[in-house]
């Protein structure tokens, strides 16, 4: 896991999508951890950022995704694919721009996600 100090800043002047933002604040709702926005612009044309959160039960992933779910929704935000939510292992919330995955922490601390993406700019949000 990587710690704040370990992590190359967002630049002031890309800014992240709203949406990232917003989806951030909801995790940190949730009492999500390690909330961490991974800017892909220039890197990947998948998406445009991924937005890591960790809950530490599968209640409480489930619990954070939902609450994403429900408070972008009320923003015109919908998904175009959401997986994981049965089991709550490892949520993926996908809204095209960006994507939230939302992790037990065993899945983030397997599939580290942020040495897989290394080089792209990020930033840790707090409660």
């Known amino acids: 896991m990587q710690h704040s100090s370990d992590l190359s800043p967002v630049p002031e002047a890309d800014g992240l999508p709203p949406g990232v933002?917003?989806?951030a604040d909801l995790?940190?709702?949730k009492k999500a951890e390690d909330?961490?926005?991974?800017?892909?612009?220039g890197?990947?044309?998948a998406t445009d950022v991924f937005?890591?959160?960790t809950g530490n039960s599968d209640i409480q992933v489930r619990a954070i995704a939902e609450h994403i779910l429900e408070g972008l929704a009320g923003e015109g935000m919908r998904p175009l694919h959401t997986e994981g939510l049965d089991r709550a292992r490892w949520v993926l919330l996908d809204f095209v721009d960006f994507v939230v995955h939302v992790f037990h922490p065993?899945?983030?601390e397997f599939y580290q996600l942020e040495l897989l993406w290394g080089d792209a700019p990020s930033r840790l949000f707090s409660p």
């Not at 909330?35 to 612009?41: N, T, Y």
Request: proline share 0%.
């Open 21 to 23: 933002v917003r989806a």
């Open 27 to 29: 995790a940190l709702d």
């Open 35 to 41: 909330v961490l926005a991974l800017d892909l612009r």
């Open 43 to 45: 890197i990947s044309s």
């Open 51 to 53: 937005l890591l959160a």
């Open 106 to 108: 065993l899945t983030r």
